[in-house]
């Protein structure tokens, strides 16, 4: 082929650089029919030489999908879904899917715009963040006919399966471990929740475990937009202004909980005998600061394994199975700042 000719590569090019037939250099191509070793390496050799990708779309026509996994995240700004994405990868890595990310910016009507493009495409399988959904992203996702599995959490009724943790139980046993180490007056200190529905989940359970022991919270701050440390710090300067015998100050999340610990350690605060701190999410990134902050793991990494685990053996048996439900237990870390009781 002239170096100059740019028309798109097909399948007769293809079997013409083997020496094959077009239907056999299809089979080799969609892994079907029985085919030599030694046909398929020419075959695949061959394709590799010519820069031949397959058109995925055509071959839906037949099929009905094409081996994409749609991921519908609200954000990669955090630290919290690009782990979540590196365990879909390492799921899918030996498989013929591929994850295609769409995001929702926590937004309802972004979501279903998302989503009905997405599942234009037909894809193999849907793995979607949260089980709050408006109706007609749910009417779509029960029409797809293919599998689809919510992450991040459980506490709901999902579509089809679903692999998280409990928010409001982590916010119970947040809220235990806090009253167990003998702090009474506790802030809350979180974005505003109308839309973050995990966050509201876990500010519930907290509020709840805390009612139970007779505790109530002591002041609360919030804001919108993206989780920062300068958040973190304003807010923990403004509810420490207002109430200044707070004692405990939970964050809804680890990257405002570290701007509040740094405030506080310029400001020569004894943490944790004078104030105790906590956040949510378990983020590695922040090990480097001058105190460990307590915080929950999210079992981000393990939620995104197993829910691309879900899609890849659906997809694999290529027939309708059972729901799958997997509850996943996070574990708190008390680092430096919550004393251990």
């Known amino acids: 082929m002239a170096q100059n000719d740019n028309h798109p590569l097909t399948l007769r090019d293809v079997s013409e650089a083997a020496g094959v037939s077009e239907m056999t250099v299809s089979r080799v191509l969609r892994n079907k029919g029985d085919v030599s070793d030694a046909t398929r390496k020419r075959v695949l050799e061959a394709a590799k030489r010519l820069g031949y990708v397959p058109n995925k779309i055509a071959g839906a026509l037949a099929s009905s999908r094409v081996n994409l996994v749609a991921v519908i995240i609200p954000s990669m700004s955090n630290m919290v879904f690009p782990e979540v994405m590196t365990g879909i990868s390492q799921s899918l890595e030996e498989t013929s899917l591929q994850p295609v990310v769409g995001l929702t910016g926590y937004r309802p009507e972004k979501e279903e715009k998302v989503l009905y493009e997405m599942l234009s495409w037909r894809p193999s399988g849907v793995i979607i963040a949260g089980l709050e959904h408006s109706d007609a992203s749910r009417a779509m996702l029960r029409a797809s006919g293919i599998p689809v599995v919510e992450i991040m959490d459980v506490d709901g009724t999902p579509i089809d399966s679903v692999v998280g943790i409990s928010h409001r139980r982590a916010g119970q046993q947040m809220a235990q471990a806090i009253i ?124 995104g394994r197993k829910a691309a685990e879900i899609i890849a053996a659906r997809a694999e048996a290529d027939a309708p199975s059972d729901p799958v439900r997997i509850t996943l237990e996070p574990t708190i870390s008390f680092g430096d700042t919550l004393r251990r009781s």
Request: with cysteine; charged share 25%.
């Open 180 to 303: 167990k180490s003998g702090y009474k007056r506790i802030g809350f200190l979180g974005t505003k929740m109308p839309l973050d529905h995990r966050a509201r989940k876990r500010f519930e359970g907290f509020t709840e475990a805390l009612a139970k022991a007779g505790i109530e919270i002591a002041d609360q701050e919030f804001y919108s937009g993206g989780s920062a440390l300068l958040k973190g710090r304003e807010m923990t300067e403004e509810i420490l202004r207002r109430t200044p015998d707070i004692d405990f100050l939970y964050y809804s999340n680890d990257m405002i909980g570290a701007g509040g610990l740094l405030y506080l350690l310029e400001q020569g605060v004894d943490i944790p005998g004078q104030v105790g701190l906590a956040g949510f999410n378990g983020v590695d990134l922040l090990k480097g600061l001058p105190r460990e902050l307590a915080t929950m793991d999210a079992c981000r990494l393990e939620i």
